[in-house]
């Protein structure tokens, strides 16, 4: 059984940080590759960034050089460090889980609002 808990959301002006974090818990194989999606308001959930445990990382176009994921191995925890944040980053954001890089996620969290607004 794997666990996600994410925790970090909240609101925040446009140009500000904010940073996300994901406690996983479940087997080496299904925590293997981790990563964050988002869903805004009338819109398709969205991959946001993955991170392999062998440290293969993968951003969405809109958040490459604005967003950053890290992972500790050892405490399977990951975080996304989120930087100059627009408007267009609010959203649901979910913390995931799978076997493998490609596909949807296996295992979903429970997802935390990021609100970006003056």
């Known amino acids: 059984q794997v666990q996600l808990v994410e925790s970090g959301g909240g609101l925040v002006q446009p140009g500000g940080s904010l940073r996300l974090s994901c406690a996983a818990s479940?087997?080496?194989?299904?925590?293997?590759?981790l990563g964050w999606y988002r869903q805004a308001p009338g819109k398709e959930r969205e991959l946001v960034a993955t991170?392999?445990?062998?440290?293969?990382?993968n951003y969405e176009d809109s958040v490459k050089g604005r967003f950053t994921i890290s992972r500790d191995n050892a405490k399977n925890i990951i975080y996304l460090q989120m930087n100059s944040l627009k408007s267009e980053d609010t959203a649901v954001y979910y913390c995931?889980?799978?076997?493998?890089?490609?596909?949807?996620?296996?295992?979903w969290g429970q997802g935390t609002q990021v609100t970006v607004s003056l």
């Open positions: 995931t889980a799978g076997r493998f890089l490609t596909g949807r996620p296996e295992y």
């Open positions: 479940g087997s080496r194989f299904s925590i293997n590759v």
């Open positions: 991170v392999s445990r062998g440290g293969t990382i």
